[in-house]
């Protein structure tokens, strides 16, 4: 059984794409089929890959999202990445206009869903990284999605962005994926030694309860360095905290599902 999980958080520079390719990447080493779906205009993930600026046979995700009806296939559009067992499908800059190109089409927020119908069973996790925005690629994302994971900086403004966020997956619930789990909210570039941290940290462990994730993520250098060399921490330099901290929360990842297969 395959999960699709939608990272997002409307807030820009929360570590989205930080988590979304380096919980794959660990999830890949540890044995996992991962597919990852860039499906924001900056591309970082693509970049964070080693893959900027390329596209696979039938295009980016913007050619997978755009055309006329909804496709069906997304083999043509996934490239291997240098980390076995984990796949991408990139994005590039013309994703930018898609969100406007999209308005008239019919299906409009359902196109990754559609698309991601024909090949989620050859993986066993699906991450998507979204963008800073509440727009139509982000609700694409949460459409398509089984579950959403909502990185989190522990900051006073950490909250204000949350209720929005929240607003937006109960109107996905009502509409168009009712389904839509919370896979967990992960504190990031988290320094417990500050009150504001543990306050902010506090009260959002009060409203998600047992969905907070146990495993936080430091901030470390080199979960900044290894994207400019185009690889996940966990093969630019495995020893460090921040890879530690992300295989972590792998294994954290791997424990509630098995946990929930179990009661289910
Ligand atoms: N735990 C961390 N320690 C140190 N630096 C980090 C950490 N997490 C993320 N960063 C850095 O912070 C910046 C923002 O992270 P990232 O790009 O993952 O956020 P994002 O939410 O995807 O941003 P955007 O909203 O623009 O897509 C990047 O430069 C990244 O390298
Ligand atoms: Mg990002």
Known sequence: MSRVVAVANQKGGVGKTTTTLNLAASLAVAGRRVLLIDVDPQSNLTSGVGLKGQ???????????????????????????????????????????AEIEMVPLDRREERLRVLLASVRDDYDYVFIDSPPSLGLLTLNALVAADAVLIPLHCEYYALEGLADLWGTIRRVRGALNPNLDIEGVLFTMFDERTNLAQQVAGEVRAFFKEKVFRTTIPRNVRLGEAPSHGMPVIEYDPKSRGAEAYVALAKEVLERAA??????
Request: charged share 20%; hydrophobic share 40%.
């Open 55 to 97: 596209a696979a046979t039938a295009g980016t995700v913007y050619n997978a999202l755009t055309q006329a009806e909804p496709l069906e296939d997304a083999r043509p559009f996934i490239l291997k990445t240098r980390t076995e067992r984990l796949e991408l499908v990139p994005a590039d800059r013309n994703l930018t206009g």
């Open 259 to 264: 946990a929930n297969a179990a009661t289910s």
